[in-house]
C-alpha cells in the first residue's frame, strides 16, 4: 500500500540554524501539506502546495519557512533560522484532490527538537 | 471562525465495553469531515471520511456517523488494541482544503 514517507525522523539543531525536512508524497497525488503538532496540542496547517506552487498558508507558515518541490518525488519544508518554539512534530501529508472532499494521507513525522 | 471540539479528552473502558466519541464542529459549510487515530509519536492514520448528514461508516469495531453539527465515532467491544487518540478534522468549503483539527480524544482499553 502506497504511503507518505519523510526524513529525518528525528532532528535536533540549535536555535539559528536551519534545517530541511524531507518528505516523499504518495506518488499519483498532486497535493502536498505540511502540518505541526507542538507536544500536548492539536495539529496546525502550515502550508498546501500544488503545481510548484503554494496554494495556501497559515499565519504561522512566515518568513522563515519555505516549501519546495526539488524533483518529481521530494517535497521539502526549510526553516531558515530555528527558534525555540519551532519545536514539534511536522507531519507532511498528500491527496489525490477530487470535488468533494479531500483525504489526506500523512507521513510518520519529524520529531524537530530546537536547543 | 471554523472550530472543531471533541469530548471527552480522555475515556478509559474495558476491554468490550462499548462507547461513543464525539466531535461538534463549526464551519461555514462543510466539504468534509474525517476521523484519524493517532498512536503516540507517530503521524494520523487515516479512519473515515464523511460529508453528508445521514452518512455512516463502518470499520471493524468502529463506526462513523454524521449529523449537521457533530459527528460521532462508536467503537463497539473495544479491544486493547484500538487503544490511540482518535481526531476529528474538517474541511470547510472555504478554504483551500485545509484540515481544521479537534484536540483529540485519548482512548484507553483496559484488558
Sequence with gaps: EPEVTQTPSHQVTQMGQEVILR???IS?????YWYRQILGQKVEFLVSFYNNEISEKSEI???QFSVERPDGSNFTLKIRSTKLEDSAM???ASGPRTSGPETQYFG?????LVL | EDQVTQSPEALRLQEGE???LNCSYT????RGLFWYRQDPGKGPEFLFTLYSAGEEKEKERLKATLTKKESFLHITAPKPEDSATYLCAVQSLDSNYQLIW???TKLIIKP
Excluded: E, K, M, Q
Excluded at chain 2, 464551519?27 to 462543510?30: K, R, Y
Design chain 1, 23 to 25: 518528505c516523499v508524497p
Design chain 1, 108 to 112: 510518520p513525522g519529524t520529531r524537530l
Design chain 1, 61 to 63: 507558515f512566515d518568513d
Design chain 2, 27 to 30: 464551519v461555514s459549510g462543510l
Design chain 1, 28 to 32: 499519483n497525488h498532486l497535493y502536498f
Design chain 1, 90 to 92: 511536522y507531519f507532511c
Design chain 2, 18 to 20: 462499548s462507547s461513543s
Design chain 2, 102 to 104: 479537534g484536540a483529540g
